[in-house]
């Protein structure tokens, strides 16, 4: 078992940049496979990206591609989401999750189904003002 917390959300402007944090107690982080995900009011629950347990693999919503940059440190057990360009649509209830295992590069699911993920953080709110 891992438990996440989140933090570093806040208010912000349609352009700023905004860095989120996950931190992670209970259990070795570099064997998990860590994502965020989005979740904005009367919305389903989005994909925005993922990293490898070692950092050495990612991938991107295509919403959010060239935008925004996962990365990790294990020393610090922590998983960081960097946001650039930030719109208001980027308005969201954000959210990491922690799953045991490799990211299979053939299976969408694998990546992007929350279900899949049986490990999640609180939640941390960002809103990009217009």
């Known amino acids: 078992q891992v438990q996440l917390v989140e933090s570093g959300g806040g208010l912000v402007q349609a352009g700023d940049s905004l860095i989120l944090s996950c931190t992670a107690s209970?259990?070795?982080?570099?064997?998990?496979?860590t994502a965020w995900f989005r979740q904005a009011p009367g919305k389903e629950r989005e994909f925005v990206a993922i990293i490898s347990g070692s950092g050495a693999s990612t991938f991107y919503a295509n919403s959010v591609k060239g935008r925004f940059t996962a990365s990790r440190d294990n020393a610090k057990n922590s998983v960081y989401l960097r946001m650039n360009s930030l719109k208001p649509e980027d308005t969201a209830v954000y959210y990491c999750?922690?799953?045991?295992?490799?990211?299979?590069?053939?299976?969408?699911?694998?990546?992007?189904?929350?279900?899949?993920?049986?490990?999640w953080g609180q939640g941390t709110q960002v809103t990009v003002s217009t």
């Open positions: 999750a922690a799953e045991q295992g490799p990211i299979n590069p053939a299976s969408s699911r694998n990546r992007s189904d929350p279900n899949r993920y049986h490990n």
């Open positions: 209970g259990s070795t982080f570099s064997n998990y496979r």
